[in-house]
């Protein structure tokens, strides 16, 4: 098995996160994985977005959790990338669940850690929706819940136990106590940065009984080399250049 996931989408072809971008990845045939990241706001509502700033993906800026919903619901999200996409705006987790049911997509929900004073209250609220709007997703489509937070993890382990749980670590943080941690939150994938990954530590980690899958990787060079030390998956920008080495 070798899985492509649409890493925020396709935003090789489209803004990152979008619907575009989301819509791009799944109409490429073979492609059957969508990655994105949830994050919430201030009044607690759900939307996609990488950085927990809007600067470098919207047309404002300010920390996300301190802004309720209506506030930037209208911020463009596509303008920076190109005047075809300064229509798109800021997707809610709803739609996203809309687009995997129209597309018979499986999906990858990064849960973002929460910065801010209010951020435990709202890691449990953001669990606890994405587990309720989790239910309007057909139920022959597949969901990860994955984060680099080890308390979202955790509490997706206690609230929506049914789906498979990843956590993510970039290079610098991979540290020799991984297995505890993901142990710790019921984890059984493993989603690595791919700088300085070796086959060794591939070995370390799939000899352990984990599945492992690493972001972001755009080579699809690089891509064969991680399929044949026995990676399980990546994360990818261009989706449609890695769909050849997808395996069922
Ligand atoms: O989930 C894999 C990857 O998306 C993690 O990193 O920063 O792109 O969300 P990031
Ligand atoms: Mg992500």
């Not at 209506?70 to 911020?75: F, G, R, T």
């Amino acid at each position: 098995m070798f899985t492509i996931y649409g890493h925020r989408g396709m935003p090789s072809k489209a803004p990152e996160n979008t619907l575009a971008s989301f819509k791009a990845a799944a109409e490429v045939e073979g492609i059957k994985w969508l990655e994105l990241d949830v994050a919430i706001t201030k009044d607690e509502q759900l939307v996609i977005i990488h950085d927990d700033d809007l600067e470098r993906t919207t047309d404002m800026s300010g920390e996300i959790t301190t802004f309720n919903y209506d506030e930037i619901k209208s911020a463009s999200t596509g303008a920076w990338y190109s005047e075809k996409f300064k229509e798109e705006k800021l997707p809610t987790f709803d739609e996203v669940i809309e687009l995997a049911n129209a597309f018979d997509m499986n999906i990858n929900v990064e849960l973002k850690g929460v910065s801010g004073p209010n951020g435990l209250a709202l890691s449990h609220s953001m669990v606890k929706q994405v587990s309720e709007k989790l239910q309007n997703l057909n139920k022959d489509q597949q969901v990860v819940i994955s984060s680099f937070n080890v308390i979202l993890v955790k509490l997706a382990s206690e609230i929506m136990p049914q789906y498979r749980r990843g956590l993510i670590f970039h290079a610098s943080s991979f540290r020799r106590d991984w297995q505890s941690l993901l142990d710790y939150c019921e984890a059984e994938i493993l989603n690595i940065e791919d700088a300085q990954l070796t086959e060794e530590k591939v070995k370390l980690i799939k000899e352990a009984g984990y599945e492992l899958n690493v972001w972001t990787v755009n080579k699809s060079t690089r891509a064969n080399q991680l399929a044949n030390w026995g990676v399980d998956g990546i994360f990818t920008n261009n989706a449609d250049k890695m769909v050849h080495l997808s395996k069922a």
